[in-house]
């Protein structure tokens, strides 16, 4: 599988997404992605040929932009982490995983053989591995380690390109699944064109990608500025307080 990933060091291209909300019209958006390996994500989201939103998304960091008033979107712009983003979605988001979603690679892992599963599921004629994701040191919030996030990937027999991947953290309900299909050559290497992401949050969610254009190792750049009139988007503080207080 390792041997056979995709490896790029810096990716850009332009993407159509269809999101399909439970009880709600079909939504699609078109947008331009680059991405610094290991280092950086820019994204601009647009609809109806109009510049939406824009993220900049580091290690660390998550911040973006929203441009327009279209569709009840208000002008504003956030900075912060993955927090926003996975209350939001009920996520286990980071940027390692969100790079591997990009191009089919799975999320480091722990490789010590004890605590990694396998195995074929010969109902799809595909090979399973189980894993622990490895996790870094700016995971630990308010002094308490978060729980363990643990990695199921399907592999296909004959290309070892990922196929589904199921990200699961331990004593929550937070789930998040990724399935890969259409893989063209891009550079050598084989790239999924067609990805679907189903998404439990409070509404469910379903995130169909399809890449048109992809280019590698190319010179990148990530503008990022807000204007001056832009207001703040905080997030919503939980209310943790019992019943009565």
């Keep these: 599988m390792k041997e056979n990933e ?11 997404c269809k999101m399909n909300n439970e009880n709600e019209d079909e939504n699609t958006f078109h947008v331009s992605i680059r991405c610094r390996k290991d280092s950086a994500i820019w994204m601009n989201i647009s609809k109806m040929n109009v510049d939406a939103v824009r993220f900049l998304m580091t290690k660390d960091s998550v911040k973006f932009m929203i441009m327009t008033n279209l569709g009840g979107l208000e002008k504003g712009f956030f900075r ?8 939001s979605l009920n996520t286990d988001l980071d940027y390692d995983m969100m790079q591997a979603l990009l191009v089919g690679n799975s999320a480091d892992f722990v490789s010590d053989s004890i605590k990694m599963k396998g195995g ?6 595909l090979y399973y591995l189980s894993t622990l994701r490895k996790r870094e040191l700016n995971k630990i919030a308010d002094g308490k380690t978060i729980s363990e996030s643990v990695q199921t990937i399907w592999l296909n027999p004959t290309s070892w390109k990922i196929t ?8 929550t309900n937070r789930k ?17 064109f067609k990805m679907l992401y189903p998404i439990s949050a409070k509404k469910k969610i379903t995130a169909e990608i399809s890449w048109s254009k992809v280019s590698v190792n190319e010179p990148i750049s990530m503008p990022y500025k807000v204007q001056s009139s832009y207001p703040e988007i ?8 019992a019943p009565g207080k």
């Design 176 to 192: 998040f699944n990724a399935c890969f299909d259409n893989f063209q050559h891009v550079s050598n290497n084989l790239m999924p």
């Design 6 to 16: 995709f490896v790029f060091s810096t990716l850009s291209g332009r993407l159509t």
């Design 234 to 241: 905080k997030m919503k503080e939980k209310n943790n307080s």
């Design 120 to 125: 074929k599921d010969k109902n799809n004629c």
């Design 164 to 171: 589904m991947l199921e990200f699961d953290e331990a004593n």
């Design 80 to 87: 912060g982490d993955f927090t926003y983003i996975n209350e």
